[in-house]
């Protein structure tokens, strides 16, 4: 099972668990830190723990942008300055 990554906006996440006679269901909601207060993002409700891991840390913009700002920090991407 991967790590789960902290919040969009630095929080941790805490799992929570819902079901019903028909169904069962696992998500994660944003808890705050000491510093962060919580701002309550909740994941996808997910069928199983292990899918509701994968729904909190697909964020596939957030991973685009990371990897455009590593490429430009190894100079790849950046005029030569004049």
């Known amino acids: 099972m991967s790590e789960l990554r902290p919040c969009h906006c630095g929080g ?3 799992s929570e668990y819902g079901a019903s006679e028909e169904y ?6 944003c808890d705050g ?3 962060v207060e919580a701002c309550n993002f909740m994941s996808e409700d997910c069928s199983s723990y292990d899918e509701a891991v ?3 840390n697909h964020r596939p913009i957030e991973d685009e942008l990371r990897a455009r700002i ?3 920090e190894r100079g790849h991407l950046i005029p030569e300055a004049k």
């Open 70 to 72: 590593a490429e430009l």
């Open 33 to 35: 830190t000491d510093e």
């Open 54 to 56: 994968k729904a909190w």
């Open 24 to 29: 069962e269901s696992w998500w994660f909601r």
């Open 12 to 14: 941790n996440p805490k």
